[in-house]
Each structure stands twice: as C-alpha cells, then as structure tokens.
C-alpha cells in the first residue's frame, strides 16, 4: 500500500528557511506530486504541484521563495522553502495522484514567528 511520509517541519523566525521531505513507498507512475497547507480556520490549500518536470503551478503567495524537486533515488520530495513569513504558518501535507488515487502524508507543522 502506497505511503507518504513528511519531515522537516518546525519553528523557525520570519525570514529563516525549512526544508520539507515526502519519503514516497509503494508508489509509482505518480501524476501529479506537491505540498497542501491547512492554516488554522482556514482549508486545505495547494501550494505547489508539479505535473511534470518544468510543468508546475506554485500558489501566488509562496511564487520566488518556495521550490519544489524531487529526488528519485531516494524516491522523496522536497519543498525548499525560503523568506518565510508568519502567514505561511500551517501544516503541510505531502501530496500524489497515481493511476487516479489520491494519497496524503499524515502533516507536518510549521510555524513562523514574527
């Protein structure tokens, strides 16, 4: 069974930068990969998903400080993300589509602090 498994969340102060790992298993052919974040009282929103390589969409609010890539070998992916701001507090989920399946990682916190 396909599994998506996050790391790399944290608190960091405004400015600072975090590194998100999604270790995927069990997985393969995915069609879609990214990052969801849930703010508090707020829904579920994409924050970037990349459809193929060179092909990727990132939210207007994260456009030159976040990045996304990935790393087959170690079958992860990543989120790099920089100049963060307390706004970008939320818990981030890792995300797949494959053969017509979602899958979601179980979130991982991050806080900014001002």
């Known amino acids: 069974q396909g599994q998506l498994v996050e790391s790399g969340g944290g608190s960091v102060q405004a400015g600072g930068s975090l590194r998100l790992s999604c270790v995927v298993s069990?997985?393969?052919?995915?069609?879609?990969m990214g990052w969801y974040r849930q703010a508090p009282g707020k829904q579920r929103e994409p924050v970037v998903l990349m459809y193929t390589p060179g092909n990727t969409y990132y939210a207007d609010s994260v456009k030159g400080r976040f990045t996304i890539s990935r790393d087959n070998a170690k079958n992860t992916v990543l989120l790099q993300m920089n100049s963060l701001k307390p706004e970008d507090t939320a818990v981030y989920y890792c995300?797949?589509?494959?053969?017509?399946?979602?899958?979601w990682g179980q979130g991982t916190q991050v806080t900014v602090s001002s």
């Open positions: 995300f797949l589509t494959a053969a017509g399946r979602n899958y």
């Open positions: 069990g997985i393969s052919n995915a069609n879609v």
